[in-house]
């Protein structure tokens, strides 16, 4: 069905930087709502960013200032532009897709596999 496709994991150090993209697949992408989430070990998964296909944004209080989502509806993908990384950024990043069921009002949500994040020196 849909299909999401995480990439740009990977080791950085603290203060550093990363781009993490998300390609979609399997549905119609500017129609999507899209967001990242992630999960530390021993924690649960939480939201990181997301994006309304209008464009507006929301952030989670402990990445404002610091992350940015973006969405390119052309190639059907969607950035998680990370800067001034610190440790606790440290998890698993997943692309989730909030999709519209055709004919109906109803939506639901898909997730990709998932991409390993690491901060450390």
């Known amino acids: 069905q849909v299909h999401l496709a995480e990439s740009g994991g990977g080791l950085v150090q603290p203060g550093g930087s990363l781009r993490l993209s998300c390609a979609a697949s399997?549905?119609?992408?500017?129609?999507?709502?899209m967001g990242w989430h992630r999960q530390a070990p021993g924690k649960e998964r939480e939201l990181v960013a997301v994006?309304?296909?209008?464009?507006?944004?929301n952030y989670a209080d402990s990445v404002k200032g610091r992350f940015t989502i973006s969405r390119d509806n052309a190639k059907n993908t969607v950035y998680l532009q990370m800067d001034s990384v610190r440790p606790e950024d440290t998890a698993v990043y997943y692309c989730?897709?909030?999709?519209?069921?055709?004919?109906?009002?109803?939506?639901?949500?898909?997730w990709g596999q998932g991409t390993q994040v690491t901060v450390s020196s």
């Open positions: 989730n897709a909030r999709v519209p069921v055709r004919f109906t009002t109803s939506e639901i949500n898909y």
């Open positions: 399997g549905s119609i992408f500017s129609l999507n709502a």
């Open positions: 994006i309304t296909p209008g464009g507006r944004t």
